[in-house]
Nanobody, 115 residues
Framework: QVRLVESGGGSVQPGGSLGLSCAAS????????MEWFRQAPGKSRELVAS???????NFSDAVKGRFTVSRDNVRRTMSLQMNNLKPEETAVYYC?????????WGQGTLVTVSS
């Protein structure tokens, strides 16, 4: 059973920074691309960033240049560093992975951007 656990959410002022982490278990972590999604209140879930097994990264246009994503295949963790956060980025952030058994999600961590 794949298990994903996010941590690091919280409240931050506009323009501030926050780092999220995702700990994975139950899979051969180093083989799988990993992704960060977010879901703002009243909106659908959207892909924010992804990182391949070879550490190649991709970002949505909305966060490009402000967010970075990394992974540690030994510790089986993935991180998301978010800079210059905007109020509209208030959302629950999820890490996710797709395996042959389906797509797996963490429980999510809330990020609130507000003054």
């Amino acid at each position: 059973q794949v298990r994903l656990v996010e941590s690091g959410g919280g409240s931050v002022q506009p323009g501030g920074s926050l780092g999220l982490s995702c700990a994975a278990s139950g899979l051969n972590f180093r083989l799988f691309p990993m992704e960060w999604f977010r879901q703002a209140p009243g909106k659908s879930r959207e892909l924010v960033a992804s990182i391949s097994s070879g550490h190649s990264t991709n970002f949505s246009d909305a966060v490009k240049g402000r967010f970075t994503v990394s992974r540690d295949n030994v510790r089986r963790t993935m991180s998301l560093q978010m800079n210059n956060l905007k109020p509209e980025e208030t959302a629950v952030y999820y890490c996710s992975v797709e395996t042959s058994a389906g797509r797996w999600w963490g429980q999510g961590t809330l990020v609130t951007v507000s003054s």
